[in-house]
């Protein structure tokens, strides 16, 4: 797609659209191809780098800039770079249906790789592959929501999977050492967010080796922290408890 813009005649070539719709009027901004994602996830930091242009147009197609009162009435500002930012952040991709398909297909395989990666079968403690998990979630009809990032649809397949599979994250194995006058008292504030504790060591100090939710890390690493005033540590001997070999379907 290649545009002119009558007011500067600068073609803008390679252009991803981003629309927002505010107080009843549509405001329009130029970006390049593949860069609005980078810039929505942290990786992109440059706006020159996203941005075809610091304007904000009705319509980027036809070249048409948006007027200053408008801005001001929509966004509360005339700065162009900030209302750019906003509608960067919050507007919608304009993008062909086989953009699209293909951008769905892409997130539909990254979120079964990412619950590949974090989950295993809880009886066997093996992982299932992803051309597997792939299965399983057109098996949920599970339909890929494009605003949402891929890490957080991973954790919403898991729950539903769950229910139509043996399937959980796999286990994190830790190591704590804990100062012995503070470490029994803690050890039963800790005991609802462990699943296995593996040992057991009373000695100079209290070392406990156990398999935890890695959903409880921060929670586990908070409260020793504090309960021990800095005194006690914490250690990550596996970030996954799996066997070797991966899962089948019988």
């Known amino acids: 797609m290649s545009i002119f813009t009558p007011t500067n005649q600068i073609r803008l070539t390679n252009v991803a659209v981003v629309r927002m ?7 329009e901004i130029a970006c ?8 929505r996830s942290g990786v992109e930091k ?13 319509n980027v197609s036809k070249g048409q800039v948006a007027k200053k009162e408008d801005l001001i ?3 509360g500002t005339d700065d162009q770079t900030e209302i750019c930012k906003q509608i960067l952040t919050k507007g919608e991709v304009q993008v062909s ?3 699209r398909h293909t951008q769905l297909e892409q997130m539909f395989r990254d979120i079964a790789t990412i619950v590949a ?10 992982p299932y592959t992803v051309i597997l998990i792939e299965r399983a979630m057109k098996d949920i009809h599970y339909s890929v929501k494009p605003n949402k990032s891929t890490k957080q649809q991973a954790l919403e397949v898991i729950k539903q999977l769950k229910e ?5 994250r796999a286990h994190m194995r830790l190591r704590f050492i804990l100062p012995v006058n503070e470490g029994k008292k803690l050890k039963e504030k800790l005991k609802p967010l462990i699943k296995v504790i593996e040992s057991e060591d009373y000695g100079q100090q209290l070392e406990i080796v156990c398999l935890i939710d890695p959903g409880c890390f921060r929670e586990i690493d908070e409260l020793i922290k504090k309960e021990t005033k800095g005194k006690g540590s914490l250690e990550v001997l596996n970030l996954k408890d799996v ?6 379907f019988e």
């Open 21 to 27: 719709k505010r107080a009843g009027k549509r405001f």
């Open 32 to 39: 390049y191809k593949n860069k609005v994602v980078g810039w």
């Open 46 to 58: 440059d706006l020159d780098e996203v941005l075809q242009t610091h304007s904000v147009f009705v």
């Open 73 to 75: 009435s929509a966004f």
């Open 97 to 99: 249906d086989k953009e």
């Open 117 to 126: 990666d974090k989950c295993v079968n809880p009886e066997t403690k093996r």
């Open 164 to 168: 139509n599979m043996k399937i959980e």
């Open 243 to 248: 066997e070797e070999g991966d899962e089948k």
